[in-house]
């Protein structure tokens, strides 16, 4: 078959997939990592190199992806941007806005991974505490 139409669809779903995805892999640790010193760090370090990671590291550049894509998305909505191709799927400017998507829900995995991580040191200092008691 040769309908552009579903071509595209198959880059829609891909964007859908990967774009809204990110965060909740993010969120259930299944991200990929180059673990070399990480799985032989304690569980308190390995809080701080992920509290250093979100806040130095996926915090910035998520929003630099926000900031830098966000008048790309509206001058995209401004046009209702569709396919340039006959026969393609009228509705680029909704997978565009995924970027923004995409950008937003990782700052907040972000903001969220700190607060955990945050609680997992201090839960852990305060377990210290009580067995030294």
């Known amino acids: 078959m040769g309908w552009i139409a579903m071509q595209e669809s198959v880059m829609y779903l891909h964007g859908v997939v990967f774009l809204v995805g990110a965060a909740h892999t993010l969120r259930v640790n299944e ?3 180059v673990d070399i010193f990480y ?3 304690t569980p308190q370090k390995q809080a701080k190199v992920d509290i250093f990671g979100s806040l130095v590291l996926l915090m910035p550049v998520n929003l630099f ?3 830098i894509s966000f008048d790309y998305v509206m001058s995209a909505w401004r046009i209702l941007e569709d396919s340039q191709a006959a026969g393609g799927i009228p ?3 909704l997978l565009k806005s995924l ?5 937003f829900t990782m700052v907040l995995q972000g903001i969220a991974e ?8 201090s839960q852990q200092k305060y377990t210290n505490k009580a ?3």
């Open 65 to 67: 992806i926000f900031f």
């Open 131 to 133: 067995v030294a008691k």
């Open 99 to 103: 970027i923004l998507v995409f950008a």
């Open 39 to 41: 799985r032989g760090f």
């Open 91 to 93: 509705g680029v400017f």
């Open 114 to 121: 700190v607060i955990r991580n945050i609680l997992k040191i």
């Open 31 to 33: 991200h990929v990592r």
